[in-house]
Structure formats: C-alpha cells, structure tokens
C-alpha cells in the first residue's frame, strides 16, 4: 500500500476528520505561528516581550499588567475551544491507531504525530499553568514576568529542555498535519501534489522551529542577569 494511499483511505470523507483537521490549521496553527513570533520580542527585552505577551498599562508608579475581559474572550473562543475539540478528535485517533502498510519515512511521521500529540498534551498543561494558573495564584500581576521566565530558562535546565522539546513537538505536529490535512480536503490526491506538500511541509516545520527555538534562545539570553532565589 502506498504511503499516499494509507493515509487517504480512513481519513477523508468524515466530518469529524474534516471539522479536526480545519481547526488544527486555523485558528490553532495560525495562532501558534504567532505565538510563537511574538515570543522572538525576548531578544528586545522586558518592556518589548510584556507588550506582546500580556496586556499593559503604563501607571503613575510604572508598567501594571491588566487582564483584558475581551482578549480572554478572544483567545477562549480561538484558541481554547478549538483545541478542545481538536484533543478530543485526536484522543479518538490514537484509540483507533494500528499497524499498517507505510514505507519507512510515512511509518515514522506516523508514529511521530502520535507521540507528539501525547507530548503536547503535557506541554501545554505545564505551559498554561506555568504562564497563567500559577502566577493567577500566586502573583498580583495574573502573568509570569519576563525575569522569572528568562531566569528560569537560564539557570533551571528542566525548564529549558522542556521547552526546546515542547517547541520541537509542536511544530513538528502542526507541519506534519498541515501535509496530512491535504489528504483528508483532496488537495494532495496526485503524486506531483504529494511532493509538494511534503515540501512544504519540512519547510514549514523548519521555519517554525527556527523561529521558537529563536524565541527559547532570546529568553536563555535574557536570564543571564537573574539571580535564583536561595
């Protein structure tokens, strides 16, 4: 069995493949694209990081950072909800995951998508809570500042390899479901389309890693300042 033909055959025609994969591209896919160049505001500093990463105000006493009710709508409906629909999707997937007849390169992006997924799954747990839940408790502002965040990738290595790993897995995932999207939509149903998306698949996974591990890298840089409390 073909490589093109493996993919194609349980996936297209369904809504729920359809619905999964549109939401794994926009928004989610374009949001993470963003997200991810925003965080190369690292290499400028503080004041430039903070004004794309959080809300702000400029006080009397200086910067605050402020909860914006219509950006949390926003990212909830944009962001939250789709991803939610997308994880349930594809927790329904890897229940349903078996051998099959791929070469050796489409047997392997098929493994890796899986075990990606699941390591994302941790990622943006440890992320959300890190960057929101737990400053949200613990700290006035509601954000993890750019110090605690740039010291922390600096001097604590857990925080660092779990961010190049969580960064190398999701754009690793979104490029490679952007090539398997064009399967289940009929876009790659010749074997000249299937080259060219599988081009443009690495390219975009190549981009989208320069860039986040360009972003880990700012914040690396940015911590050599910071002092670790004890």
């Known amino acids: 069995m073909s490589e093109a ?21 926009a928004p989610l896919g374009v949001w993470v694209a963003w997200h991810l160049w925003e965080n190369l505001y690292a290499w400028r500093g503080d004041a430039a990081w903070s004004e794309r990463a959080v809300d702000t105000v400029v006080t009397a006493e200086g910067r605050a950072y402020v909860g914006n009710p219509l950006s949390a709508a926003l990212v909830s409906a944009v962001v939250f909800a789709p991803l939610l629909i997308h994880v349930a999707w594809g927790l329904r997937r890897l229940s349903m995951a078996k051998p099959n007849g791929y070469r050796f390169f489409g047997n392997a992006k098929y ?25 949200g408790l613990h700290s006035p502002t509601g954000h993890e500042s750019f110090e605690d965040l740039a010291g922390h990738m600096r001097h604590h290595l857990p925080t660092l390899v779990v961010y190049l790993l969580g960064v190398l897995g999701t754009t690793f995932h979104l490029a490679n479901g952007v090539y398997t999207a064009s399967f289940i939509h009929g876009i790659a149903a010749s074997p000249r389309a299937q080259r060219r998306m599988q081009a443009v698949s690495v390219a975009l996974f190549v981009v989208l890693l320069g860039v986040g591990w360009g972003a880990v890298a700012g914040l690396y840089v940015a911590g050599a300042p910071y002092i670790p409390p004890g």
């Open 5 to 25: 033909l493996a993919q194609t055959t349980p996936t297209r025609g369904g809504f729920l493949p359809r619905l999964g994969s549109v939401l794994a591209i």
């Open 111 to 135: 493994v890796l998508q899986r075990l990606s997924a699941l390591g994302l799954l941790g990622f943006i747990a440890a992320h959300v809570y890190l960057a929101r839940i737990g400053p």
